[in-house]
C-alpha cells in the first residue's frame, strides 16, 4: 500500500502507487520549475537565481560547521600533544588515557544539553554558545601548569563541541534543499577530517619547540576558528523549521526565499513545514512532550532512533578515535622510530581521510545513503583485519611498516567516504521536526558515549590482548555493522524530510515503503 501523501496547502499531489511526490521532488522539478525552451529571458533569470541560491546554501552549511574543526583539531592534535605533555607533566599511561578520552565522555553533556538549547534560543546561537565555550576550555589547556588544571579546560571544550557536534547536521538539514542535502549534511564531517589535517599538522610543525612551550603551542592554535565562527553568526539566517516552531512564520518564510530556487514552492515548502510543526491555520497542536515521547516512543520513533543512535554508535566502536588518536602509538608498535617521523606518519592518516571525505560529498546524492554505507563498513572490516594481522604477524621491519601505514590508511578513508559522513546525514534527517533536535542530541550522546570508551581504553585493552588483536575485535563489530546496515537502515537520498517521517510509519519499518518509492522513481526516470 502507498504511502499517504503530504498535504500542501489544502491538497495532496500523488504519484503512482499513491505515493506523495511532494513538492520538492526532483522528479516533478524538472517539468516544472524549468521555463519554456523558447523564454531565454526566463532561463536566464531562473539560472541567476539557481546559482545565487546554491551558493547562499553552501555558504550556510561552510559557516555551520566551523565549529566541528574545533573537534577534528582537538582529535589530532592531543594525537601528538599527549607524547610532550606525558613528557612534560610527568603523567601516568592512565591518566593519558582519561585526559585523551574525556573529551569525548564529557561532550555528551554539551549533546544532550544542546537538543533543548537549540529548540530555545534557536539553532544559529547556540553554534555561537558552543564556540564560547570550547574557546575558554581551550584557553585554559592553553596556560594549564599542572594535569588537573588541564582537566578542567578539557571538560569545557569537551562541553563546547558537543554542543557543536550536534547541532550544525540539524541546522543544515533544515535548511538545505532536499536534492542537495546529503552533501551539504556531510560538511560537518569534511571540517572534522580538515580540523584532524591541521591538528596532525601542528604537530609535526611545532614538535621542534621546547617540551614545556610546544604542546601548548599546538593547543593554543585551536582557538582561531572561533573567530570566524563570531563572524558567521552575523551572516547566516536562523533555521526556517525553528522559526516555524516559535511561530515566526514569515521570517521563516523569507529564509525559504533564500535557499530555495524556486520562487513558486516557497508557499508549499511552508505549508509542509507548518504541517510538520503541528500548525494549523496558525495554531499549534498540542503534543506531549519530546523527552516524554523518545522515551516512550510509537513503533515508527522506535524505528527512527533505532537506526539513528545505532549508526551513531558504530560510527565509535568501530575503533575511529582509536586509530586517529593514538595513530603515533600504533606506528611505533609497527616499528616507527623517532617523534618526528612518527607525526610525519600521523600527516599521511589525515591527507586520507580528508581527501576521500571529499569523494563522499560527489556521491552521498548521486550513489546514495546505503551503497556508501556498504562500501565504508566492508572496506574498514577489511582493513580493521589485516592491520590486527599485520602488528601481530609481521613484526617491525620496513613491510610491517608500510603495511601498517597502507591499512590505518586504508580505515580512515573507508570511514570517510561512507559512515564518517552518512551517519551524520541519516541522524539529521529521519527525525520528525518536533523530535528532530533532541533526538539527534540523544543520538550524539551513544555517539560521544562509545568515542569515550574506545579512547579511555585502548591503552590498557591492547597492553593486555596487543595492539593487534584489539584491531581484531574492532573488524568484528565492524563486520557486524555491515548486516545493521543491511537489515535497518533504509535509503532516504532524493527524499524531503518530512517524506522521510512517513517511510517509518509504514507497519514494516520503511524498507516496503522505500521500495514502492524506488520504482515510482524509476518509472519517471523511464518516461
Known amino acids: 500500500m502507498g504511502m499517504v501523501g503530504v498535504q500542501e496547502n489544502g491538497r495532496t499531489e500523488m504519484g503512482l502507487a499513491g505515493v506523495s511526490l511532494g513538492s520538492k521532488n526532483k522528479y516533478r522539478r524538472m517539468d516544472s520549475e524549468l521555463p519554456e525552451d523558447g523564454d531565454d529571458a526566463s532561463h536566464h533569470v531562473y539560472q541567476d537565481r539557481r546559482s545565487s541560491t546554491r551558493k547562499y546554501v553552501i555558504a550556510c552549511a561552510v559557516f555551520a560547521s566551523l565549529n566541528n574543526v574545533l573537534l577534528g583539531y582537538d582529535v589530532g592534535v592531543m ?31 554539551g549533546s544532550l544539553a544542546g537538543g533543548r538549547t ?170 506531549k512532550a519530546v523527552w516524554r515521547e523518545l522515551l516512550s516512543p510509537s513503533p515508527s520513533v522506535r524505528r527512527m532512533l533505532a537506526v539513528g543512535v545505532g549508526i551513531q554508535c558504530f560510527q565509535q566502536i568501530t575503533g575511529i578515535d582509536a586509530t586517529v588518536y593514538y595513530s603515533p602509538e600504533i606506528f611505533k608498535e609497527a616499528g616507527v622510530e623517532g617523534n618526528s617521523n612518527v607525526l610525519a606518519a600521523t600527516v599521511a592518516v589525515g591527507v586520507s581521510k580528508t581527501a576521500f571525505i571529499l569523494v563522499a560529498i560527489f556521491l552521498i546524492d548521486k550513489l546514495g545513503r546505503k551503497p556508501l554505507l556498504y562500501i565504508s563498513t566492508i572496506g574498514m572490516t577489511i582493513c580493521l583485519f589485516s592491520l590486527g594481522l599485520c602488528l601481530s604477524v609481521l613484526g617491525k621491519g620496513q613491510v610491517g611498516i ?59 585493552v591492547s597492553r593486555a590482548i596487543t595492539v593487534g588483536g584489539t584491531f581484531f575485535i574492532f573488524s568484528a563489530i565492524s563486520a557486524l555493522s555491515v548486516v545493521f546496515v543491511y537489515t535497518i537502515v533504509p535509503e532516504t537520498k532524493g527524499k524531503s524530510l518530512e517524506q522521510i517521517e512517513m517511510l517509518f510509519q509504514n507497519e514494516t519499518g520503511g524498507l516496503a515503503s522505500e521500495v514502492e518509492l524506488g520504482d515510482v522513481e524509476h518509472l519517471v526516470q523511464k518516461e
Open 79 to 109: 594525537s601528538g600533544a599527549i607524547i610532550f605533555i606525558q613528557e612534560d607533566l610527568k603523567i601516568t599511561e592512565v591518566q593519558e588515557e582519561v585526559l585523551v578520552g574525556i573529551l569525548s565522555v564529557v561532550s555528551l553533556f
Open 402 to 460: 608500510a603495511s601498517a601505514i597502507l591499512f590505518v590508511c586504508g580505515n580512515v578513508a573507508f570511514f570517510s567516504i561512507g559512515v564518517g559522513p552518512v551517519c551524520w546525514v541519516l541522524t539529521s534527517e529521519i527525525f520528525p521536526l518536533r523530535l528532530r533536535a533532541q533526538a539527534v542530541a540523544l543520538g550524539a550522546v551513544g555517539n560521544r558515549v562509545c568515542s569515550g570508551l574506545v579512547a579511555m581504553s585502548f591503552l590498557s
Open 118 to 287: 537549540s529548540d530555545i534560543i534557536g539553532r544559529k546561537w547556540t553554534m555561537g554558545l558552543a564556540a564560547v565555550i570550547f574557546q575558554i576550555g581551550a584557553a585554559i589547556m592553553t596556560l594549564a601548569p599542572s594535569f588537573q588544571v588541564l582537566m578542567i579546560g578539557r571538560f569545557l571544550a569537551g562541553v563546547g563541541i558537543g554542543l557543536g557536534v550536534m547541532i550544525a547536521p540539524v541546522y543544515i538539514a533544515e535548511i538545505s534543499p532536499s536534492v542537495a542535502r546529503g552533501s551539504l549534511t556531510s560538511f560537518p564531517e569534511i571540517f572534522i577530517n580538515f580540523g584532524i589535517l591541521l591538528g596532525y599538522v601542528s604537530n609535526y610543525a611545532f614538535s621542534g619547540l621546547p617540551v614545556h612551550t610546544n604542546w601548548r603551542v599546538m593547543l593554543a592554535v585551536g582557538i582561531l576558528p572561533s573567530i570566524f565562527i563570531g563572524f558567521a553568526l552575523f551572516v547566516i539566517p536562523e533555521s526556517p523549521r525553528w522559526l516555524v516552531m516559535q511561530n515566526r512564520v514569515e521570517e521563516a518564510k523569507l529564509v525559504l526565499l533564500k535557499t530555495n530556487e524556486n520562487e513558486g514552492e516557497v508557499e508549499e515548502r511552508l505549508a509542509e513545514i507548518q504541517q510538520a510543526a503541528g500548525f494549523t491555520n496558525g495554531e499549534k497542536h498540542e503534543e
